[in-house]
């Protein structure tokens, strides 16, 4: 019997696949910063409001995007079955971003509708994008060593994207709007749609789909049902969900705790970096590091006991980072550099358990359902950003907020809570989801055998 090993993974087509998630990191911590304040600092809308609509554009998600992956499985093309959606979503990717922050001069109720539309419209072409995006990696190579090899890649520019938001992002937004804070926002979403457009052409162009489809995948219904069951899909789900939730409110919230709790004026601290562009490129950096050692220890420890360490690294640090002085500014740097690290493992470990999955569904049922399963990667960020988002909205609307003015000790005790106690508190589940996640080493290098044979007798 031949056991030729698969094929190695040459840095060109690495390159080219992670750069697709440069596109994906630049929009989500983008929005994850700055939607927030847009929309009710900036335009005076009510926080509560803002946080209902971000939870229910997640009841437009939980049906597209499963059915983003059962289409993309079944599609067949000269491309393939996922690379044609970063061609053509590529250009209504970048649109649809910008049209969020473009809000005409409109009433509050107005607005509101505005921000409704164009918010749901660019989460849908997100997920036409990325949910085959993410299934592209399932199908990249049959070896779960060089799949985990190309997350790390894409982890890698993941990050990338929150140093560029976080090095660049208040600059560009000072610098293009010229004193109007709303319209630089915007046009820093343009520069990201422009960049993002040839990223994803970049990830077209160089990548190649190595697992072949199987001629019959059953009902899309079947697909369903086969996943919901599965326990270690659902468990990985969870991790991520709650792991994004507590960054995405840090991230919501951070220009809030830094205006109204330390009082920052805007002075930059380093260069021309202010205290909120310290700390996003802090957590940035320290997600490159934390992918770095996570590719590294997961040849040698099992995944899911790194992603409860990870979990818990990073509640240790938000915690400690919460105690500090508020002048305290690289104490504080440092500490979130912490944060960054816990966050890089958990998304790299999380992605490259996700596609373990998709192999273990194929052995375990001989369906392949690859994006079907990815899209709860996708799932799982979008969600977790749309509940990190959504917490300092309803949190600060219950303690009394008010935009633009002095705030009472139950206000600044809200923000607190959004930037720094509830994302803590929120990463225990998802450590303890792990418990449940029993796809070891050893399991995972009996189903690549076992599939490989069966591959080479089908083929």
């Given at each position: 019997?031949d056991h030729?090993?698969?094929e190695?993974?040459?840095?060109?087509?690495k390159?080219?696949?992670?750069?697709?998630?440069?596109?994906?990191?630049?929009?989500?911590n983008?929005?994850?910063?700055?939607l927030?304040?847009?929309?009710?600092?900036?335009?005076?809308?009510?926080?509560?409001?803002?946080?209902?609509?971000?939870?229910?554009?997640?009841?437009?998600?939980?049906?597209?995007?499963?059915?983003?992956?059962a289409i993309?499985d079944?599609?067949?093309?000269?491309?393939?079955?996922?690379?044609?959606y970063m061609?053509?979503?590529?250009?209504?990717f970048?649109?649809?971003?910008?049209?969020?922050?473009?809000?005409?001069?409109l009433?509050?109720?107005?607005?509101?509708?505005?921000?409704?539309?164009t918010?749901?419209?660019?989460?849908?072409?997100?997920?036409?994008?990325?949910?085959?995006?993410?299934?592209?990696?399932?199908?990249?190579?049959p070896?779960?060593d060089?799949?985990?090899?190309?997350?790390?890649?894409?982890?890698?520019?993941?990050?990338?994207?929150?140093?560029?938001?976080?090095?660049?992002?208040?600059?560009?937004?000072?610098?293009?709007?010229?004193?109007?804070?709303a319209?630089?926002?915007?046009w820093?979403?343009?520069c990201?749609?422009g960049?993002s457009?040839f990223?994803l052409?970049?990830?077209?162009?160089?990548?190649?789909?190595?697992?072949?489809?199987?001629?019959?995948?059953?009902?899309?219904l079947g697909?369903?049902?086969?996943?919901v069951?599965?326990?270690?899909?659902?468990?990985?789900?969870?991790a991520?969900?709650?792991?994004?939730?507590?960054?995405a409110?840090?991230?919501?919230?951070?220009?809030?705790?830094?205006?109204?709790?330390?009082?920052?004026?805007?002075?930059?601290?380093?260069?021309?970096?202010?205290?909120?562009?310290?700390?996003?490129?802090?957590?940035?950096?320290?997600?490159?590091?934390g992918?770095?050692?996570?590719?590294?220890?997961?040849?040698?420890?099992?995944?899911?006991?790194?992603?409860?360490?990870a979990?818990a690294?990073k509640a240790?640090a938000?915690?400690?980072?919460?105690?500090?002085?508020?002048?305290?500014?690289w104490?504080?740097?440092?500490?979130?550099?912490?944060?960054?690290?816990?966050?890089?493992?958990l998304?790299?470990?999380?992605?490259?358990m996700?596609?373990?999955?998709?192999?273990y569904v194929?052995?375990?049922?001989?369906?392949?359902?690859?994006?079907l399963v990815?899209?709860?990667?996708?799932f799982?960020?979008?969600?977790?950003?749309?509940?990190?988002?959504?917490?300092p909205?309803?949190?600060?609307?219950?303690?009394?907020?008010?935009?633009?003015q002095?705030?009472?000790?139950?206000?600044?005790?809200?923000?607190?809570?959004?930037?720094?106690?509830i994302?803590?508190?929120?990463?225990?589940p998802?450590?303890?989801?792990m418990?449940?996640?029993?796809?070891?080493?050893?399991?995972?290098a009996?189903?690549e055998?076992?599939?490989?044979?069966r591959r080479?007798?089908?083929?």
């Amino acid at each position: 019997m031949d056991h030729t090993p698969p094929e190695r993974i040459k840095l060109k087509e690495k390159l080219g696949y992670g750069v697709g998630d440069l596109a994906s990191g630049l929009y989500l911590n983008f929005f994850g910063f700055f939607l927030f304040y847009f929309l009710v600092d900036l335009n005076g809308l009510a926080p509560a409001a803002i946080s209902l609509m971000l939870l229910l554009t997640k009841l437009v998600d939980a049906v597209t995007d499963p059915m983003m992956g059962a289409i993309s499985d079944r599609t067949r093309s000269r491309w393939g079955r996922y690379r044609p959606y970063m061609l053509f979503g590529a250009v209504p990717f970048g649109f649809f971003g910008v049209m969020v922050f473009a809000a005409p001069d409109l009433s509050q109720t107005g607005l509101l509708i505005w921000a409704y539309v164009t918010y749901t419209l660019a989460m849908l072409v997100y997920t036409i994008v990325n949910v085959p995006y993410g299934g592209l990696l399932g199908v990249i190579s049959p070896s779960a060593d060089q799949r985990g090899s190309v997350t790390a890649y894409r982890m890698f520019f993941s990050a990338l994207s929150g140093i560029l938001i976080g090095v660049l992002g208040t600059t560009l937004v000072r610098e293009l709007g010229g004193g109007n804070e709303a319209r630089g926002i915007m046009w820093t979403m343009a520069c990201i749609a422009g960049l993002s457009f040839f990223c994803l052409l970049a990830t077209f162009f160089t990548t190649k789909e190595r697992i072949e489809p199987t001629q019959e995948n059953g009902s899309i219904l079947g697909d369903f049902k086969e996943l919901v069951v599965t326990g270690p899909w659902i468990a990985v789900a969870i991790a991520a969900i709650l792991g994004v939730t507590a960054i995405a409110a840090r991230q919501a919230s951070a220009l809030f705790f830094f205006e109204y709790v330390a009082g920052d004026d805007g002075t930059p601290v380093l260069a021309f970096m202010d205290r909120p562009a310290l700390f996003l490129t802090a957590l940035a950096l320290g997600q490159i590091s934390g992918v770095i050692l996570a590719s590294f220890l997961q040849r040698r420890f099992e995944k899911s006991h790194l992603v409860i360490f990870a979990g818990a690294l990073k509640a240790s640090a938000i915690m400690l980072f919460y105690a500090m002085p508020l002048d305290a500014v690289w104490p504080q740097t440092f500490v979130q550099y912490g944060v960054g690290i816990g966050f890089g493992m958990l998304m790299v470990l999380a992605y490259a358990m996700f596609t373990d999955i998709a192999e273990y569904v194929d052995w375990r049922s001989r369906k392949q359902m690859t994006a079907l399963v990815v899209a709860a990667s996708i799932f799982a960020v979008k969600t977790g950003v749309a509940f990190g988002l959504a917490l300092p909205g309803l949190v600060m609307s219950m303690t009394g907020f008010e935009a633009g003015q002095e705030q009472s000790e139950a206000a600044v005790m809200g923000i607190n809570l959004a930037f720094a106690i509830i994302p803590a508190m929120a990463l225990v589940p998802g450590g303890i989801a792990m418990f449940f996640y029993h796809l070891d080493r050893r399991t995972i290098a009996k189903i690549e055998t076992e599939l490989a044979q069966r591959r080479q007798m089908s083929g």
